[in-house]
């Protein structure tokens, strides 16, 4: 096949303008696509074609990370990973996201949205990233890792620019704010974690909660090192915050502009699962995200080197009209087993575990907007996330009566 081009970048103004047209025609004028900027990458976007290359883990590995940059192979726990380490990794860490302990958050999360919305219910109008959607995820993260929860504004001002480095090349990119947030994350972490360890050496009273499976699982007999550890406490941070703060925001945007859908699950609230799926293939919170070929690779006729960086396009997959009917649609009404066949949480071996937190995380939040904020609509122009692999909103003001 002709490798017809298309211009495709991250960052650049039509592809976050419109980011489903440009997956349209770099589906059907170049299915691998060829980049050189900022770094060579190639892009697969067919459903077909990411999903075949995520279920073979042989051939395309995690273990140069999942950004654009290589990272040092080794360091990365889960997502950044191959078998046999990712096997027993996610073996060993997967009890503490399994929907039944998950659940169990059900009705402090209840009680958080209703709390965030107590605070600006009389207000009339306001940010809802801000005062809703970044507020819940980070809070719940905070309880998942032992940090007091009135730190969340803090970990929101490393989110975004460390969200914002997954697309970028390499060290010599980044700002001097990327910088400064991965060293005042890690100092912050690095006390959080040895104060933790402390606590279990000594018997302390110490939660049960994520980080004290981390800090005690056993890998062949030998713990997790604490290097280890703070990456994947830094993965944590920005894979299950501020991708349900966009997903948040996406449900609650695409509703107000189709107010018959929003109509629909005000109605029957049995629809909130089908929404908040729907809004997941629609509006894929992450684009894509990298593999590293082991060997030379050629698909739809273009070569793949041995060790490139390609990028699997989830959002890309979600819109193939050769796997969903009218593609293009938004619609809540969709089948919802069907619906959770879309590649928004990855495919294969490193499916999100995080999806179940996420999925209960977002239809709280909707549900508590109904009930609560049932006449919310858009109050201005929004402002798009500055990381180019994410796709939703760092602000998006609504009013209400
Ligand atoms: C809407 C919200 C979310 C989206 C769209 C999302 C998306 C993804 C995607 C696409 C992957 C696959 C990565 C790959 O194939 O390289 C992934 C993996 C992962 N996610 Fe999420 N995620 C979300 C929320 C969360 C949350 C809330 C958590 C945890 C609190 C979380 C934890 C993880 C973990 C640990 C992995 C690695 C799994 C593995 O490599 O075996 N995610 N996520």
Request: negative net charge; aromatic residues 8%.
């Amino acid at each position: 096949m002709k490798n017809q081009q298309v211009v495709f970048s991250f960052t650049d103004e039509n592809f976050q303008r419109d980011p489903a047209a440009v997956f349209a025609s770099m589906r059907e004028k170049c299915p691998v696509h060829h980049a050189t900027a900022p770094a060579p990458h190639f892009s697969i976007t067919r459903a077909e074609d990411v999903t075949k290359a995520l279920r073979d883990e042989k051939t395309w590995s995690s273990k140069y990370g999942p950004g654009l940059a290589f990272s040092e192979p080794g360091i990365g726990v889960l997502v950044s990973s191959d078998p046999p380490e990712h096997t027993t990794e996610r073996k060993a860490i997967s009890r503490i996201f399994k929907p039944s302990v998950i659940e169990k958050m059900e009705d402090d999360i209840t009680e958080l949205t209703h709390t965030l919305i107590d605070s600006i219910a009389d207000r009339k109008s306001g940010d809802i990233i801000r005062d809703f959607a970044a507020p819940i995820p980070l809070t719940v993260m905070c309880w998942m890792l032992g940090t007091p929860t009135k730190d969340i504004e803090l970990f929101r001002s490393w989110v975004l620019p460390m969200a914002e480095a997954v697309a970028y090349s390499g060290g010599r990119e980044a700002s001097d704010e990327v910088k400064n947030a991965y060293q005042d994350f890690f100092a912050y972490f690095e006390s959080h974690i040895e104060n933790r360890k402390e606590d279990i050496q000594s018997q302390e009273d110490y939660p049960e909660d994520l980080l004290t499976r981390l800090l005690t699982v056993t890998h062949e007999g030998n713990q997790l090192p604490t290097k280890k550890i703070l990456g994947f406490c830094q993965f944590l941070l920005v894979a299950g915050s501020e991708t349900t703060t966009l997903m948040i925001g996406n449900i609650l945007h695409r509703l107000m502009e189709n107010p018959n859908q929003f109509d629909l699950v005000k109605k029957d609230q049995s629809l909130l699962p089908n929404a908040v799926e729907e809004s997941l293939r629609y509006d894929a919170p992450v684009h894509g995200l990298f593999r590293t070929n082991n060997q030379e690779m050629t698909i739809h006729g273009v070569k793949m080197p041995e060790n490139s960086k390609v990028c699997m396009m989830f959002a890309s997959a979600n819109r193939d009209p050769q796997a969903w009917d009218e593609p293009n649609t938004f619609d809540i009404t969709r089948d919802l087993a069907d619906l959770r066949n879309h590649a928004s949480f990855g495919v294969g071996s490193h499916y999100c575990l995080g999806a179940p937190l996420s999925r209960l995380e977002g239809t709280i939040a909707l549900k508590a907007i109904i009930e609560r904020l049932p006449k919310i609509r858009s109050n201005g122009p929004p402002t798009r996330t500055k990381a180019g692999v994410l796709k939703g909103f760092s602000s998006l003001p609504v009013r209400w009566d």
